[in-house]
């Protein structure tokens, strides 16, 4: 197992993290952005699921089993949801779930707060739109809970920041990190 990558050096610096891993390199135009897009806005869930599958499949063979207790989604809020009809993040734990054999923990994490998009924003206000905006309802989480916190694509890492350190902050005792793709 490499604990060190370059995703995992650019946000440990604001993050304790264990792991921070991505499937994909991303690339405006390229392949991964077009299955990104593919998965969030053209009605393919299952593509999230095979996504998922298959990084699944790599990271217990790759000697990652074991390593978490649960795997928590990166909320969308309940507006854009029922706009979508789906969390993508959630398709993506659902094939990791089925591989690593861990449970999705859907309703601990959840995002208070509708914010804009962030594809235009600058990195420091990307951070000031999400760093208030989730929370967490503990019923369902054991206390020290090792969480693989699962997103589609990490840009700045606002997003997983704020998300990592409301899980911190509840009584997590790890947070690692997967994605589809870093940017």
Not at 75 to 81: G, I, K, Q, T, W
Not at 139 to 168: F, H, I, K, S
Request: a positive charge; proline letters at 3%; one cysteine or more.
């Amino acid at each position: 197992m490499k604990h060190d990558n370059s995703l995992r050096e650019r946000l440990h610096v604001r993050m304790p993290l264990l792991y921070a891993m991505a499937l994909f390199r991303f690339s405006k135009s390229g392949r991964v952005q077009e299955l990104l897009h593919t998965l969030k806005y053209k009605n393919q869930p299952e593509l999230g699921i095979s996504i998922g599958k298959m990084y699944g499949e790599k990271l217990a063979t790759s000697g990652y089993v074991g390593q978490w207790d649960s795997i928590i989604p990166v909320p969308l809020h309940e507006s854009r949801f029922r706009k979508r009809g789906y969390n993508q993040s959630s398709k993506f734990a659902e094939g990791l779930s089925d591989k690593l054999h861990l449970p999705i923990l859907e309703d601990v994490l959840f995002r208070k707060v509708k914010t804009d998009t962030q594809t235009k924003k600058t990195k420091l206000n990307r951070w000031e739109n999400v760093r208030t905006v989730f929370e967490m309802n503990s019923q369902g989480m054991a206390p020290n809970n090792r969480v693989l916190l699962v997103d589609d694509v990490v840009t700045t890492g606002a997003t997983l920041e704020a998300c990592a350190q409301t899980l911190m902050e509840s009584g997590c005792s790890s947070v690692s990190i997967a994605c589809i793709a870093e940017a």
